[in-house]
């Protein structure tokens, strides 16, 4: 009696290729998935919402009181609208929530792309994570403990015998909120530039032959964001970008897509 012969196993490549062709989804399917994702998102935001505004006299404390001590002859921030006081404490909550949520916000924003990934590339699922938010967490305290510092020290440094700088506290944390983003966001470089090696997307030699374009892009990128403008802020927001360029240049090398892969 003959034996039945075994199954051919299926290569690791074809086994991705062919679980990429069972994630595939409609485009209704896609819109439900996203729905989905933006509620579990908001609710984790809420529930970061909630948890700051538990704790909202220190939060207030550790952002509004380096504003206060920058301001010449002790002086104070001030508000004009009777409702402004009582919104900015809104405002530093649902940003101190959005700190808290974030990693959640990140998973959701994984699992929304993991149907087009293959095997190989769901399982940088934890990492993706826990490294950006680890980086967004860094580029917030960055601008708080460094750049805002600056930036608000030189806007503060204009008064005279005829000006005396009195700001009032919706526009100055409207600027902390725009820097502490902006760097949340620039220090995600390198996550990007590691997903974006895996999947072959960009090469090291590629972002080392064109480094000196991406430096003129960033100190483009600094001038954008920075409200100042002036050479001491704009590159203490430039260096950091251009460091996590250079990291993210090691970061492609190591874990490039490789035919092995």
């Known amino acids: 009696m003959s034996e039945v012969p075994s199954p051919v196993p299926v290569p690791d490549a074809a086994a991705d290729e062919h679980e990429a062709d069972g994630g595939k989804m409609s485009f209704l399917e896609h819109l439900d998935e996203l729905r989905t994702r933006l509620m579990v998102s908001v609710a984790a935001l809420f529930v970061g919402f909630l948890v700051a505004f538990a704790f909202i006299s220190p939060l207030f404390d550790f952002i509004m009181r380096p504003l206060q ?17 009582f919104f900015l404490y809104i405002k530093i909550a649902a940003l101190a929530g959005l700190v808290l949520a ?3 916000i990140l998973y959701q924003m994984w699992r929304f792309v993991a149907p087009g990934l293959y095997a190989r590339e769901k399982r940088f699922a934890i990492p993706f994570v826990v490294f950006s938010s680890l980086f967004f967490v ?3 305290l960055f601008s708080h403990f460094v750049l805002f510092r600056l930036a608000w020290g030189f806007l503060a440094d204009f008064g005279t015998d005829f000006m005396e700088f009195m700001p009032r506290i919706q526009p100055a944390f409207s600027l902390y909120v725009r820097l502490t983003l902006a760097c949340g966001a620039v220090f995600q470089m390198p996550t990007l530039v590691f997903f974006l090696a895996r999947v072959g997307a960009v090469t090291p030699r590629f972002l080392l032959r064109n480094t000196k374009y991406a430096v003129l892009l960033i100190f483009i990128f600094a001038a954008i964001l920075t409200p100042t403008g002036d050479p001491v802020t704009l590159t203490v927001m430039a260096a950091p970008m251009i460091l ?8 492609a090398w190591v874990f490039q897509r ?3 892969d």
Do not use: C, Q
């Not at 920058?70 to 104070?76: A, F, S, T, V, W």
């Not at 996590?244 to 970061?251: A, D, Q, T």
């Open 138 to 140: 860094g580029g917030a």
């Open 69 to 85: 001590e920058i301001l010449p002859n002790d002086g104070r921030l001030v508000y004009t609208e009777p409702t402004e006081a």
């Open 244 to 251: 996590l360029y250079g990291f993210s240049i090691l970061i």
């Open 102 to 104: 974030i990693p959640v």
């Open 258 to 260: 490789r035919d092995t």
